[in-house]
Nanobody, 115 residues
Framework: QVQLVESGGGLVQPGASLALSCAAYGIMLKFYTMAWYRQAPGKQRELVAEISSGDTTNYVDFVKGRFAISRDNAKSTVYLQMNDLKPEDTAVYYC?????????WGQGTQVTVSS
């Protein structure tokens, strides 16, 4: 059974940092393009960052220079380091994995940025 399990969310003040983790079970992570998406209340889910099986990374403009995606295939885990968080970063963050015709989602972890 395939599972992507996110952790690390929470409530932080503006300017703080958080590190999200996504543990993958039941897949060979090294083959997958992994990504983090987020969904704020009343908004569509949107891509935040992705990392290919060859470690090529891609970020959307609103997180460039603040967020960093990485992977540890030996630990079957993907990370999202988030720095200088802003209130507009408040959302549920989802882990996503894609390989050929297969695609999986985690259950999400809440990130709230508020003073």
């Amino acid at each position: 059974q395939v599972q992507l399990v996110e952790s690390g969310g929470g409530l932080v003040q503006p300017g703080a940092s958080l590190a999200l983790s996504c543990a993958a079970y039941g897949i060979m992570l090294k083959f997958y393009t992994m990504a983090w998406y987020r969904q704020a209340p009343g908004k569509q889910r949107e891509l935040v960052a992705e990392i290919s099986s060859g470690d090529t990374t891609n970020y959307v403009d609103f997180v460039k220079g603040r967020f960093a995606i990485s992977r540890d295939n030996a630990k079957s885990t993907v990370y999202l380091q988030m720095n200088d968080l802003k209130p507009e970063d408040t959302a549920v963050y989802y882990c996503n994995g894609k390989w050929r015709g297969f695609e999986y989602w985690g259950q999400g972890t809440q990130v709230t940025v508020s003073s």
